[in-house]
T-cell receptor, first 113, second 115 residues
Framework: QQQVKQSPQSLIVQKGGISIINCAYE??????FPWYQQFPGKGPALLIA?????SEKKEGRFTISFNKSAKQFSLHIMDSQPGDSATYFC????????????FGGGTRLMVKP | GAVVSQHPSWVICKSGTSVKIECRSL??????MFWYRQFPKQSLMLMAT?????????EQGVEKDKFLINHASLTLSTLTVTSAHPEDSSFYIC???????????FGPGTRLTVL
């Protein structure tokens, strides 16, 4: 059973546009929601993360929006650049799961120049 | 800080041989490390949780006798793929848990190709 569902699977955005990736989770015990960026042949790198005590977190061009009641969270990339082209994974974890991360299926983002 | 390395970065081996992959936390101690497998265009799938000084905990469907994990020190965990077969070809990624950050830090991955 996939506990974190991510959409869309792929996304094409023009340079300067906004990229939006959505995730939904089922386990209400999750209390940590990170987003990872992965380039081909590399390990994932933490981009930004949020905990349920806030509804939004912004770091530079990257923003996480979190809706606890809907059990959904999303990543917004403002002013998308070709260098942002990568695969993005949402994830979730909780203390009851030993801090193990459950990953979403991933979104392949392509930013066209 | 919080750098995790893996060695080798890629390896090609013959079917039936064993391959060892090392995961090191370079600037912090990690009592817990995690091993993931990632097939092309797919997400990361947790294989096992490696705890220093104790036996690893394997996820359902992962053969513990085939994927041997040793976490002998606070900075090193190893994954040995025994009697490798072509279907074991994958991208293996480790991560190390840094308690003070309450976060996992990922290694760069190891590409295994079994001929």
């Amino acid at each position: 059973q996939q506990q974190v569902k991510q959409s869309p699977q792929s996304l094409i955005v023009q340079k300067g546009g906004i990229s939006i990736i959505n995730c939904a989770y089922e386990n209400t015990a999750f209390d940590y929601f990170p987003w990872y960026q992965q380039f081909p042949g590399k390990g994932p790198a933490l981009l930004i993360a949020i905990r349920p005590d806030v509804s939004e977190k912004k770091e530079g061009r990257f923003t996480i929006s979190f809706n606890k009641s809907a059990k959904q969270f999303s990543l917004h990339i403002m002013d998308s650049q070709p260098g942002d082209s990568a695969t993005y994974f949402c994830a979730a974890s909780g203390l009851d799961a030993g801090n193990m991360l459950t990953f979403g299926g991933g979104t392949r983002l392509m930013v066209k120049p | 800080g919080a750098v995790v390395s893996q060695h080798p970065s890629w390896v090609i081996c013959k079917s039936g041989t064993s391959v060892k992959i090392e995961c090191r936390s370079l600037d912090f101690q990690a009592t817990t490390m995690f091993w993931y497998r990632q097939f092309p265009k797919q997400s990361l799938m947790l294989m096992a949780t490696s705890n220093e000084g104790s036996k690893a905990t394997y996820e359902q469907g992962v053969e513990k006798d085939k994927f041997l994990i040793n976490h002998a020190s606070l900075t090193l965990s190893t994954l040995t793929v025994t009697s490798a077969h072509p279907e074991d070809s994958s991208f293996y990624i480790c991560s190390a848990w840094l308690a003070s950050y309450n976060e996992q830090f990922f290694g760069p991955g190891t590409r295994l190709t079994v001929l």
